[in-house]
């Protein structure tokens, strides 16, 4: 079987090294001229989502260790803490990308970059992806991994994404907070949840949610403003680390409400582009690797997208709900709900039969 997969990303690079080492012949197509993901934001990775890489063979090697998380309030006393099952890190998105690319090379996996999907044509026999600058390439299947404004699923169903009624702000200070090494502070501030981890190195990664109207050509100055405004008032370390932060960055929290179906003839979806959640479970890329591994073992083993959507969909369609009411809960986690975060960050409920080796 012969499988083209649109985008390079974190859920189309994962999803072809799953996919070859179960042995199918896979080629990567990236819209992006370069390289497939957004070079400034970071992530979590969490337990699930490491274990789901060792099963294609990966070790993330970017970034720190996380080992644990504790939850302050907006005079800076601690409400809750817990510990991190191992795996855990922070990283950014860009380098744990440039690492699955990396890979993708040395198993002499083909990836395409400029690569932007125009249109798809399918048969009984097969299927035809076209390409903006003329290129075109054939195969059995064509995987959807190309993210939240995904084009392939425009062509099985154009369920557009949603905000999520929050900003999401992050960056990278050198102003080091008191921290714990290995441990994620998650402040439930008067205005907005903030959280921040210190690397080894001195360099603090943050990320902000909070309450506002989506993002519309407001400049970085008053974005700035706009959330140091609604730090300050509080006895904690958020507002030094957004203030001594060079590059204040936000983007809109989005999530797909009514996922799609994931497949339609010999087209299937997988990551965000099926089932993008907002971002407050932190299990974005973990979700986007179990696809991978889901999905590779359902087409050696049954030669079967469905049986991969049957399995994945109730566990993503879940995280889709808890990051929502993660994020509608009054912008910040509350104390009672502080395990249930990390049960959603270490993918503790039940998981289908994934884990067993390609």
């Not at 205005?191 to 990664?205: L, N, S």
């Not at 949610?209 to 140091?228: S, T, W």
């Not at 339609?264 to 591994?293: C, K, N, W, Y």
Request: glycine letters at 10%.
């Amino acid at each position: 079987m012969r499988i083209v997969v649109i985008g390079g990303g974190l859920a189309g690079s994962s999803a072809a090294l799953a996919l070859h080492k179960a042995g199918f012949d896979v080629g990567v197509h990236e819209a992006h001229p370069h390289a497939g993901d957004d070079i400034g934001a970071f992530l979590t990775l969490a337990a699930n989502g490491a274990r789901a890489l060792r099963q294609i063979d990966v070790v993330a090697e970017a970034g720190f260790a996380l080992t644990g998380l504790r939850l302050t309030d907006s005079t800076g006393s601690e409400l809750a803490k817990s510990t991190l099952d191992d795996g855990f890190r922070c990283l950014r998105r860009s380098e744990l990308c440039a690492q699955l690319q990396a890979e993708l090379r040395r198993r002499s996996i083909p990836i395409e970059f400029g690569a932007r999907l125009t249109g798809v044509e399918q048969d009984g026999t097969g299927v035809l992806a076209r390409f903006a600058d003329g290129r075109t390439a054939e195969g059995d299947l064509l995987l959807g991994a190309d993210g939240l404004h995904s084009a392939v699923r425009g062509l099985i169903d154009p369920v557009p994404e949603r905000y999520a009624g929050q900003r999401v702000f992050y960056g990278y200070s050198d102003h080091v907070p008191p921290h714990e090494p290995g441990r994620i502070e998650m402040i439930r501030g008067s205005g907005t949840a903030f959280g921040y981890a210190v690397e080894p190195e001195g360099r603090t990664y943050w990320f902000a949610r909070l309450p506002a109207p989506p993002l519309d050509g407001e400049p970085g100055p008053a974005l700035r403003e706009r959330l140091l405004a609604a730090l300050r008032s509080d006895a904690t370390p958020a507002a030094e680390i957004v203030a001594s932060t060079e590059d204040v960055l936000a983007t809109d929290a989005r999530d797909v409400a009514t996922p799609p179906p994931w497949r339609s003839g010999r087209i299937a979806l997988i990551g965000d582009a099926a089932h993008a959640a907002s971002p407050a479970t932190g299990q974005g890329a973990s979700m986007a690797f179990e696809d991978a591994v889901v999905l590779a073992k359902a087409l050696r083993d049954h030669g079967s997208t469905e049986v991969y959507e049957r399995l994945r969909r109730p566990r993503a369609e879940n995280n889709i709900v808890r990051s929502a009411d993660l994020t509608a809960s009054d912008y910040a986690e509350r104390p009672e709900v502080v395990e249930r975060l990390r049960r959603d960050e270490s993918g503790a409920e039940p998981e289908p039969q994934w884990h067993r080796p390609v």
